[in-house]
Structures are given as structure tokens and as C-alpha cells.
């Protein structure tokens, strides 16, 4: 899926803001600008965007020299979303529908997301929060916990800080309504955006909660060609994928079914209008979709 010239101007202004949360040198900054326009003139129409994303990420540590650039923001978002985890707990303990409002915090979640927004507070993030879960579903929970149950092994695909604290809610209530099923959940490998990584899964405690691994690369979403051992490992012995975020959805559809046998559950936000178009979904949905 070659990216549209939507995603130009989100890629430029992400590289912009990336910068600026990397380093205050507007020397810098500069470079790293023109160094986005090269790329995104050299392969920015033609690319899937997660693929442009991950080489403009690249060049903006080497020319700021900091290898994780959203760090800052990245332990913000864990620190706000664990602040609220026990209440969000006890919601989802108390429903009606636990297994359901589980999904529906989950993709909530993936609201914050500073590669989309860049100037998030916790005011911000509530009331985006609340929105969502407001919303209804585009697809079928009911879907996904049907094909839950015919499963035994799941590779959860993790996306963004934050938001893990979500998934793992949404983990554990996985784990108590199917017991038999043995859940992974993967990170990326190096710091790419504000994607979560093995630090992030042990500042939230994830790891205390499921078995985690990370898929050994800096890939924004999931590129199987650059995944490490380990990682396809986990993936030949699943019986079924959840992805969680855009960019695995960007990711994972140019695979076909001889590649990824196993039914999969996409999770995600639809934040951007390019990709809701091509999904076949509403700008601002919230999709739980099981191909």
C-alpha cells in the first residue's frame, strides 16, 4: 500500500516534532527536515508509509544523537495510564461485559499515539479516552471472542506507550475467560516513534502479566522480513494474531494467507483518513475486525 500525499505532510511533520522532542538544536532540526524531504521524495510515494516512517526515525537519531527521541513522552504516557489502571480495572471487573468493555478500553487506548498528536496532557488524554469509549464498535467483539475461544496460542502485537497498560487489561481479562489459552505479547525491538519496547513492558509491569518478546527491529508496526528468530519462532506456533495500532494494520495486510495462515484481530483507531478510507471504515472508528 504506497502512501498517499496525506501521509507526505504527516511524515514531515512527524519527522519536525520528533526533532524537536530529541534535541533543541535548530541546526538540527533543519538537517533532519531536508533529510525527511529526500526520503520522502526518494521512496515516499511508493513505499507502504510504515516502511518511510521507520527510515526518516532512523536518520533523525543519527543526526539529533539521541537514540530514543520520544522517551520523554513515552514515560509520561506509561506514568498516566498506570495512574488510572486499577480504576480501569475495577470498571471492567464490574460490568455486565467485562471481555467487552476489556476491547473496547483497549482500543481506546490507541488513541494516544504522540506520532499522530505530539502535544498530549493528561486533560487531553481523558477526555480522548472517554470519547472512545462512547463510540460504538465498527466490526464484532463478538467475532473476536468466538475465535478466542477455537484458539491456544495468541501473539498479541503490542503498538504504543501508553496503551500497553490498556492491552494488558485487555490480557488479563483474555486470560480469565479462556484459561487454556497461552498469550505472547511482542514490543518492537529498538525505539522507533513512540512504540513501546521492553522497557516500556517492564515499567508497566506487562511482564508480570504475560510472557513478552520483542520482534528484534525497529520497524514502525510489523515487517516480517525484519523480524528476528525468536519472533517468527512465536509466530509459526500461533493459532492467531491480535494486532493492535495502525501501523500493524499497515503492516500485516500486504501479507497474504499463505504468509499468515492463522486468523488475525485488528485493533486500532482509525486517527488517520487515509487509512479509514482504505479500511472501509469511519474517520475516528474504533475497529475490531477478525480476517
Not at 509466530?235 to 494467507?257: F, H
Amino acid at each position: 500500500m504506497p502512501a498517499s500525499l496525506d501521509c507526505v505532510l504527516c511524515l514531515t511533520r512527524q519527522s519536525l516534532e520528533a526533532a524537536r522532542f530529541a534535541t533543541q538544536d535548530e541546526d538540527r532540526h533543519t538537517a533532519v527536515l531536508k533529510a525527511a524531504f529526500r526520503i520522502v521524495q526518494d521512496i515516499g510515494f511508493t513505499e507502504n508509509p510504515p516502511l518511510v516512517a521507520q527510515e526518516i526515525q532512523r536518520v533523525i537519531r543519527k543526526e539529533t544523537e539521541n537514540p530514543d527521541p520520544y522517551a520523554l513522552q513515552k514515560n509520561t504516557s506509561n506514568e498516566l495510564m498506570l495512574s488510572v489502571r486499577e480504576e480501569m480495572r475495577q470498571r471492567i471487573r464490574r460490568s455486565d461485559e467485562p471481555f467487552h468493555l476489556a476491547v473496547q478500553f483497549a482500543v481506546a487506548g490507541n488513541t494516544i499515539d504522540y506520532a499522530v498528536k505530539g502535544d498530549w496532557d493528561k486533560v487531553s488524554i481523558m477526555q480522548a479516552f472517554e470519547t472512545a469509549l462512547q463510540q460504538p464498535v465498527n466490526g464484532s467483539i463478538d467475532v473476536f471472542a468466538e475465535t478466542l475461544g477455537k484458539a491456544s496460542n495468541v501473539l498479541y502485537l503490542l503498538d504504543n506507550c501508553g496503551e500497553i497498560v490498556c492491552d494488558q487489561l485487555l490480557i488479563e481479562e483474555i486470560q480469565r475467560r479462556y484459561p487454556h489459552i497461552s498469550v505472547t505479547a511482542a514490543v518492537r525491538g529498538l525505539p522507533v516513534l513512540n512504540d513501546a519496547v521492553m522497557t516500556d513492558a517492564l515499567q508497566t509491569g506487562l511482564d508480570k502479566t504475560v510472557r513478552v518478546i520483542d520482534n528484534g527491529n525497529d520497524a514502525v508496526g510489523t515487517v516480517l522480513e525484519q523480524c528476528s528468530e525468536e519472533f517468527h519462532r512465536v509466530l509459526l506456533n500461533s493459532d492467531m494474531l491480535v494486532a493492535k495500532g495502525l501501523a500493524n494494520y499497515e503492516t500485516l495486510i500486504e501479507y497474504d494467507k499463505q504468509t499468515l495462515p492463522m486468523p488475525i484481530t485488528y485493533l486500532f483507531k482509525a486517527k488517520c483518513r487515509f487509512i479509514a478510507r482504505y479500511a472501509g471504515v469511519h474517520f475516528q472508528d474504533s475497529v475490531v475486525r477478525t480476517v
